[in-house]
């Protein structure tokens, strides 16, 4: 293993600073380990190799002059392939747009040029990331595993050291269940934090993009990077970027955090995953963070309401392919499009009143206790394997995706920020996730949780190695 | 509720969509999950909670 593609994303921002190691450098490195691993856990949807050499030469020629853009100046970066990457495919893991070739970089990937990153490739997501089929992606830490999803490659990518960060997008967890199944740190932005534009869209009012990367600090650095409001996304929110990261030495004690149990904690929810997440709570209760038990009866409403929408304006945004192209889709995506078509209007309607209901129930219970944030298990149950969710599928109620996504979908109707950071692992040694939901654009705060934990536990500095275990 | 093969072709003919034979099975489970949901949410007591989505006069 080279030691360079164990860094963190900050300590080879620190070590470009120090010029100790060139960007070339960590490109080459992160690309030998690509050559290495691909075969077996299939993160990339299409490597830049071209342009991100001709970015790591530009970044080092800046460096060399102290022309610094920041802290992910020189860093290879990978960008889920559902954004828009200008003059290189974009093809949302799809037959659909299978040659589609962007004129214009998305909002985010404008951003993390703008900062200086190299773009090293397009990780793999689910079909339109919609999670209904099984990408050829396998999980870092065991290859007969489910890698997550929509941001599959994303979350592997990182894991496994072939990505310092990666960017990913979320509407129902999809970048809270790979971080957590991959064991890295994943955030789901407040909706509006960052811009959608230029990312092939599920919904207008739950789709968010957002970082995942090796610690708390990695995601509040590339955060600091690709937030802030967009002209042309009216759904981009100008509210103040802060400095994540410099916010990070603020204390923890005496912020109180809020665990529903009959929510978070359902019947088919594994005893194993809830007993190391309450070993993670302890630890917090350790840091001295106040924990409350709290009730709010209407996050049950949450799931058939995020599902009503998302199905509704997916379809809307696939109108024309569905009607031009449809052999094209994997069938159970096509049929969850179609399904869409055939919705009634009261129900859309009646989706997004709930979507209030719930805010408020929310907002009281933040409110009624002080409530900073949160905290549950990120998926109640053992990573299943690629067979077992092959049995079923997620047309058919299947139990693991449902609960996932049940798990998950709500931070999306209501818009609130939520970070999932590494928490343990099952005897079987798989990673396991704890999130942290947030207010309404405070993310700084959820970053201060996730990192004070990070400073009692070494959950977040594991690494696998199945290209070891290819044989 | 509950919607049958002939109710689900009806739906998808008015919304101008063709439906793959193989796609007919699973769309009407789909389907019927679905209108199961709508009731769930029917069934929500709201009072005067608006649409989450709401619009914005100002001119963009």
């Not at chain 1, 994303?9 to 100790?20: I, Y």
Request: hydrophobic residues 45%.
């Amino acid at each position: 293993v080279n030691p360079i593609t164990e860094l963190t994303l900050a300590e080879a921002g620190d070590q470009l600073r120090s010029r100790s190691v060139s960007s070339a450098e960590l490109l080459d490195a992160t690309l030998a380990l690509i050559e290495e691993t691909e075969p077996f856990v299939h993160a990339y949807a299409g490597l830049m190799i071209e342009t991100a050499r001709r970015e790591a030469a530009q970044a080092d020629i800046e460096l060399r002059e102290s022309r610094h853009r920041g802290p992910l100046h020189g860093i290879p970066i990978g960008v889920k392939d559902l954004c828009y990457t200008k003059g290189f495919p974009t093809e949302a893991g799809s037959e659909v747009l299978a040659g589609f070739i962007p004129d214009f970089d998305a909002t985010v990937v404008t951003k993390l040029r703008q900062a200086g990153a190299v773009l090293i490739g397009k990780t793999v997501t689910h079909e339109f990331a919609y999670g209904q089929n099984v990408p050829a992606t396998r999980n870092a830490w065991d290859t007969r595993r489910y890698p997550g999803g929509s941001s599959a490659g994303s979350g592997v990518a990182v894991a496994i050291g072939t990505a310092f960060g990666a960017i990913g997008t979320d509407t129902g967890g999809s970048i809270r269940a790979p971080a957590s199944v991959n064991g890295v740190v994943g955030l789901k932005p407040t909706f509006g934090r960052v811009s959608r534009r230029g990312v092939v869209a599920m919904s207008a009012s739950m789709d968010t993009v957002g970082p995942l990367a090796r610690t708390v600090r990695d995601c509040a650095l590339l955060l600091g990077a690709i937030a802030g409001g967009e002209r042309n996304d009216s759904t981009a929110s100008f509210e103040p970027v802060l400095d994540y990261a410099q916010g990070l030495i603020h204390p923890v004690e005496e912020i109180t955090v809020g665990i529903e149990r009959r929510f978070f904690f359902p019947p088919e929810s594994d005893p194993e995953i809830n007993a190391t997440f309450d070993q993670a709570v302890d630890v917090l209760d350790g840091l001295g963070v106040n924990v409350v038990e709290v009730e709010i009866p209407e996050l049950e409403y949450a799931t058939p309401a995020g599902v009503a929408v998302v199905v509704a304006d997916t379809s809307d945004w696939h109108r024309k392919f569905l009607r031009e192209r449809a052999a094209k889709y994997v069938r159970d995506t096509r049929i969850m499009l179609e399904l869409g078509e055939l919705m009634l209007a009261p129900t859309y309607i009646r989706a997004q009143k709930v979507r209030r209901h719930v805010q408020q129930a929310v907002r009281r219970a933040f409110d009624e206790h002080g409530l900073a944030a949160l905290v549950a298990p990120t998926i109640p149950i053992p990573t299943p394997t690629i067979d077992e969710l092959l049995a079923d599928t997620a047309v058919r109620g299947d139990i693991a995706l449902s609960l996932l996504l049940r798990q998950n979908i709500f931070a999306n109707v209501i818009g609130l920020p939520s970070l999932s950071v590494p928490c343990g692992f099952t005897e079987d040694g798989m990673p396991i996730g704890m999130q942290l939901v947030g207010r309404p654009f405070d993310e700084a705060t959820l970053f201060r949780l996730g990192h004070a934990y990070e400073t009692q536990t070494d959950w977040h500095t594991r690494r696998p190695t199945p290209h070891l275990a290819r044989t | 509720v509950s919607a049958d093969e002939q109710t689900m072709r009806a739906l998808a003919d008015v919304a101008g969509i063709a439906v793959p034979t193989e796609d007919i099975d699973p769309l009407l489970a789909a389907l019927r999950n679905n209108l199961e949901a709508a009731q769930t949410l029917a069934a929500i007591p709201l009072a005067d909670d608006e649409p989450i989505v709401a619009f914005d006069p100002r001119w963009p």
